[in-house]
T-cell receptor
Framework: ETGVTQTPRHLVMGMTNKKSLKCEQHLGHNAMYWYKQSAKKPLELMFVYNFKEQTENNSVPSRFSPECPNSSHLFLHLHTLQPEDSALYLC??????????????FGPGTRLTVL | SQQGEEDPQALSIQEGENATMNCSYKTSINNLQWYRQNSGRGLVHLILIRSNEREKHSGRLRVTLDTSKKSSSLLITASRAADTASYFCATKETSGSRLTFGEGTQLTVNP
């Protein structure tokens, strides 16, 4: 266990559904991240939060909406997704975003399938 | 090509053999990290090497960094079937705060 949990682990949704992914870290970190991992592609950084403030949005479509109510929790709200959004969504945390030794700790991921 | 490219894309070896994976990158970096991912799971941090370091060891892992060639290698000695996983390098650029991951090397260790 890395100290980062994600729920649900698997999610199947239709294109008109609204769902949310949840991430929680128990490491006392101040930075949290959402990544998308598709088959045969490098990890794609989606959003970065540092001390609850969004510091990076990597040109992610608006059908993905992040929320960070505190440094321990991160949500990804999903709405009107497309089949190509099917992927493994990974949450990660780190001490901060600007540290020289900024190791990231990953959750197990949510396997999302959009029908 | 992308920052943090691993080579080879796939590697299959027998248990007990050594496995070497390489990573090349393009920009100046603060550090380079290696992560491991079992199928369908999250990534697990293995080792970090700073830009002013040339070699680092952790158990059966040995990482080298050549900043003049912008490359790194990960050596796993005396491999085990449990080492079967994907291995990713990630670079922390000097000019930014994000980690940039490569596409990974899929290592299969046959019993």
């Amino acid at each position: 266990e890395t100290g980062v949990t994600q729920t649900p682990r698997h999610l199947v949704m239709g294109m008109t559904n609204k769902k949310s992914l949840k991430c929680e870290q128990h490491l006392g970190h101040n930075a949290m991240y959402w990544y998308k991992q598709s088959a045969k592609k490098p990890l794609e950084l989606m959003f970065v939060y540092n001390f609850k403030e969004q510091t990076e949005n990597n040109s992610v479509p608006s059908r993905f909406s992040p929320e960070c109510p505190n440094s321990s929790h991160l949500f990804l709200h999903l709405h009107t997704l497309q089949p190509e959004d099917s992927a493994l969504y990974l949450c990660a945390s780190s001490q901060a975003t600007s540290g020289y030794t900024d190791t990231q700790y990953f959750g197990p991921g949510t396997r999302l399938t959009v029908l | 090509s992308q920052q943090g490219e691993e080579d080879p894309q796939a590697l299959s070896i027998q248990e007990g053999e050594n496995a070497t994976m390489n990573c090349s990158y393009k920009t100046s970096i603060n550090n380079l990290q290696w992560y491991r991912q079992n199928s369908g799971r999250g990534l697990v941090h293995l080792i970090l090497i700073r830009s002013n370091e040339r070699e680092k060891h952790s158990g059966r892992l040995r990482v080298t960094l050549d900043t003049s060639k912008k490359s790194s290698s990960l050596l796993i000695t005396a491999s085990r079937a449990a080492d079967t996983a994907s291995y990713f390098c990630a670079t922390k650029e000097t000019s930014g705060s994000r980690l940039t991951f490569g596409e990974g090397t899929q290592l299969t260790v046959n019993p």
